[in-house]
T-cell receptor
Framework: GDSVTQMEGPVTLSEEAFLTINCTYT??????LFWYVQYPGEGLQLLLK?????DKGSNKGFEATYRKETTSFHLEKGSVQVSDSAVYFC?????????????FGKGTLLTVNP | ETGVTQSPTHLIKTRGQQVTLRCSSQ?????VSWYQQALGQGPQFIFQ???????GRGNFPPRFSGLQFPNYSSELNVNALELDDSALYLC????????????FGEGSRLTVL
């Protein structure tokens, strides 16, 4: 079945550091890929998405590129802020059948210190 | 805020009891999905409802059941609670059924003793 593997956390960075959170997936067909973020005390929010190979999703300074050859969708940000501290989830949706569900990774806790 | 509200926010039950969790979807959304998030894990898909019909189910036993109402609000019912049912239950609504762009509520934290 479909699965998502993402970098084990926690990740601790200083403000303005470069961020990479690795995500790889296993799926049949051509899934859509997503990054969701969960800020403390809030619900999950969509951060960015990509629906086909070589697409780049971007939002709030975060980027991720859909790499079919390496089955990866790594999240990057050039300069993190304290307000980026949150749990980040990589997810995929495989619409090959009629079951439109998201399959999530385990999440990566990011803490950014001033 | 996403416009998706869930109740209750926290509750404690004992093994064998039954629980009902409620969700109010964002205005204009006709699809609702439920996910279970155990501590330190990613959310796991329970089921999805579209126009009041179940439209897909994850690997959860039949004692997990749901309803979607004409106003697109939804309920998740769990019978015969087990200790392993302790988790955060997330409701998510979407504008259409075949999208991964979900709007999540903050969840209902269930503890089973």
């Amino acid at each position: 079945g479909d699965s998502v593997t993402q970098m084990e956390g926690p990740v601790t960075l200083s403000e303005e550091a470069f961020l990479t959170i690795n995500c790889t997936y296993t799926a049949t067909g051509y899934p859509s890929l997503f990054w969701y973020v969960q800020y403390p005390g809030e619900g999950l929010q969509l951060l960015l998405k990509a629906t086909k190979a070589d697409d780049k999703g971007s939002n709030k300074g975060f980027e991720a590129t859909y790499r079919k050859e390496t089955t990866s969708f790594h999240l990057e940000k050039g300069s993190v802020q304290v307000s980026d501290s949150a749990v980040y989830f990589c997810a995929l949706m495989n619409s090959g059948g009629s079951n439109y569900k998201l399959t999530f990774g385990k999440g990566t806790l990011l803490t950014v210190n001033p | 805020e996403t416009g998706v509200t869930q109740s209750p926010t926290h509750l404690i039950k004992t093994r064998g009891q039954q629980v009902t969790l409620r969700c109010s979807s964002q205005s204009g959304h006709n699809t609702v999905s439920w996910y279970q998030q155990a501590l330190g894990q990613g959310p796991q898909f329970i089921f999805q409802y579209y126009r009041e019909e179940e439209n897909g189910r994850g690997n959860f036993p039949p004692r997990f059941s749901g309803l979607q109402f004409p106003n697109y609000s939804s309920e998740l019912n769990v019978n015969a609670l087990e200790l392993d049912d302790s988790a955060l239950y997330l409701c998510a609504s979407s504008r259409e059924v075949n999208t991964g762009e979900l709007f999540f509520g903050e969840g209902s934290r269930l503890t089973v003793l």
